[in-house]
């Protein structure tokens, strides 16, 4: 443990002496240029400088001033800065890891890499060489995570059920409604008071036992009128809450009463209702594994971050 502190404090003295080397032997000008840049950490033996923070900050810098202003921007950009600080000493970390475990990545797989994010969207030049590094380091750090996690997670059914039943309530299916409605729209900025007056004329009809379809046929502008209003099965919560509210306590065949909605006027007829249903274990097996196994991979992703900073010589200039 002494030789390594000797050596890295040795390192640092001669980057130091020939970064003075370098700095006296340029123009003012350029010197004036790297008095602009420096250090904000060291990894190990490489280093961070302002200009990367700043250049990985750019697109979160922009947005932020977007959303806010004075006091509350400022705090926000510190704590972003320090945040993409955070996220390239642990890249530069995984990197080093990967280097040390001698993982690498072929030149093809940058390539199938490059043109299948170019598919998704993502601008990138494969003849660029930042780009290429780019990828090649994206390509890195999920191998080393991956070499990490993988085969070192085991997920057995006691513990699936046991994630199971603290969380039964999120693989639940929330209660069901089949439903038609009579729909009429205002024919112009003032027009809801005729739009009220046309939804208690079918009211009126509905009361004196008309069929419903019958009176959405006659009646309403919905794109359902023809097929007597029928808008199918909705699930509870899928609805504006107005109209959830309306047909809150209605049994099959019930109609709700006249209601005003950003849609327009609509009166609402309860075809069907299924209640709330608990989807069993083996239903949700497959889920579970999912849910469980990125949990745990989640876990181990960052307690194997805090083993590599543990190890490893961290000094932030910032």
Not at 9 to 32: D, G, N
Not at 168 to 188: K, M, N, V
Not at 294 to 305: G, P
């Amino acid at each position: 443990m002494a030789t390594a502190s000797h050596r890295f404090r040795w390192e640092t003295r001669l980057i130091s002496a020939l970064t003075l080397f370098v700095f006296a032997s340029w123009s003012p000008h350029l010197a004036s240029a790297y008095l602009q840049d420096r250090i904000v950490a060291i990894v190990n033996s490489e280093l961070i400088m302002l200009s990367d923070v700043q250049r990985e900050f750019r697109a979160e810098q922009e947005r932020l001033s977007r959303m806010h202003r004075g006091t509350e921007l400022d705090q926000r950009l510190k704590t972003a800065e320090y945040m993409t600080l955070t996220k390239l000493i642990e890249r530069k970390l995984q990197l080093q890891e990967a280097k040390a475990k001698k993982v690498e990545v072929s030149d093809l797989e940058i390539k199938q890499a490059i043109e299948q994010m170019k598919r998704q969207g993502t601008p990138l030049d494969p003849t660029n060489p930042s780009d290429v590094q780019t990828v090649r380091d994206q390509l890195l750090l999920m191998r080393v995570a991956d070499q990490h996690i993988r085969g070192n997670i085991m997920v057995g059914d006691i513990e699936l059920k046991r994630y199971y039943q603290k969380h039964r309530d999120s693989f639940a299916l929330s209660e069901e409604y089949e439903l038609s409605q009579i729909l009429i729209r205002p024919r112009s900025p003032d027009g809801l008071a005729d739009a009220l007056t046309k939804a208690r004329r079918a009211m009126n009809d509905l009361k004196r036992g008309e069929k419903f379809e019958d009176v959405a046929r006659e009646y309403s502008d919905g794109d359902n009128a023809l097929q007597g209003g029928q808008l199918g099965v909705v699930r509870q919560g899928e609805l504006i809450p107005v109209i959830d509210q309306a047909i809150a306590r209605l049994v099959p065949g019930g109609i709700s009463d006249i209601i005003e909605s950003p849609e327009g006027v609509q009166i609402i007829r309860m075809e069907d209702r299924k209640p709330k249903r608990f989807r069993t274990y083996d239903e949700v097996r497959r889920e579970l594994q999912e849910l469980v196994y990125r949990q745990k991979s989640e876990d181990m992703y960052q307690s194997w971050l805090v083993e590599l900073k543990n190890k490893s010589y961290i000094e932030i200039k910032f």
